[in-house]
């Protein structure tokens, strides 16, 4: 049996000028898929690990930055 851990995630989407201009709020989020790390222990300068993650989700919103109301629901 396996057992999912749900959580809820903002994306905040930028503008050129580094400025949040809306929030996407995903609800019920998991992940389904996790890439591995590699890494040197002989590396002689700093090498950040990355991964690459996919989730699911049940529904997302839009809303505009820091606002308590969606503007539209999709699933």
């Known amino acids: ?3 999912l ?3 809820d ?4 989407v930028l503008t050129s000028k580094n400025n949040a201009q809306l929030e996407i709020r995903f609800r019920d989020v998991f992940p389904v898929s996790l890439t591995g790390l590699e890494y040197n ?3 002689t300068d700093v090498d ?6 996919s989730f699911n989700y049940e529904i ?5 930055v ?3 109301t969606t503007s539209v629901t999709t699933s």
């Open 9 to 12: 995630a903002t994306l905040t």
């Open 60 to 64: 997302y919103d839009f809303a505009a």
């Open 48 to 53: 950040y690990l990355t991964a690459t993650v």
């Open 1 to 3: 049996m396996v057992h």
């Open 5 to 7: 851990t749900y959580s």
């Open 41 to 43: 222990q002989q590396a």
């Open 66 to 68: 820091g606002s308590s």
